[in-house]
């Protein structure tokens, strides 16, 4: 277990939340499986208690507590992309497993985790500031999943739309 992690409160799915992620991050697994010595408030001996994995190089535990905590906005992932294809495929993939679209580029999965699917391009047009930040700013605020063309033409200060 690393020193610092992540832990994620599920109700009782964290098993097949961390094998989603692991199956569509790269650098993620799952790396152990702790069951239940016993009886507690929201499950039996034996349950899968704990669930330790790595989501895109980052250590998490996901922890089957029951239902009594939600999770929101204030927490999220956000995973750079390169291009549209890599942008696609993991909003698709979160989307398509029973979550469900939010704006620029923010979507939540089917257990209720935040994810911001964030091309390259656009961290790299915030970063340059001045007239490029805006219009690159500007298109992202009309977004659910990040366009790059409309992103790279807004940097230019082209309009792809």
């Not at 390169?82 to 939010?102: F, H, K, L, M, P």
Request: with cysteine; proline share 3%; charged share 30%.
């Amino acid at each position: 277990m690393s020193k610092n992690t992540i832990c994620l409160w599920f109700d009782k799915d964290a098993e097949e939340a961390a094998r989603f992620y692991a199956g569509t991050f790269p650098d993620s697994k799952v790396e152990a499986i702790i069951r239940a010595p016993g009886k507690y408030p929201d499950g039996e001996e034996g349950d899968v208690l704990v669930v330790e994995f790595t989501v895109a190089g980052v250590a998490c535990v996901g922890l089957n507590g029951g239902p009594t905590f939600k999770h929101n906005e204030a927490f999220s992932f956000q995973i750079s992309t390169e291009d549209q294809d890599e942008t696609d495929r993991y909003w698709n993939a979160i989307v398509g497993n029973g979550g469900q679209e939010s704006e620029c580029g923010w979507c939540k999965d089917k257990w209720g985790i935040s994810w911001q699917i964030t091309p390259r391009t656009l961290m790299e047009a915030l970063q340059a500031g001045g007239e490029q930040a805006k219009r690159a700013f500007d298109a992202m605020m009309t977004m659910r999943k990040i366009d790059v063309a409309v992103i790279d033409a807004a940097r230019r200060g082209d309009d792809a739309r």
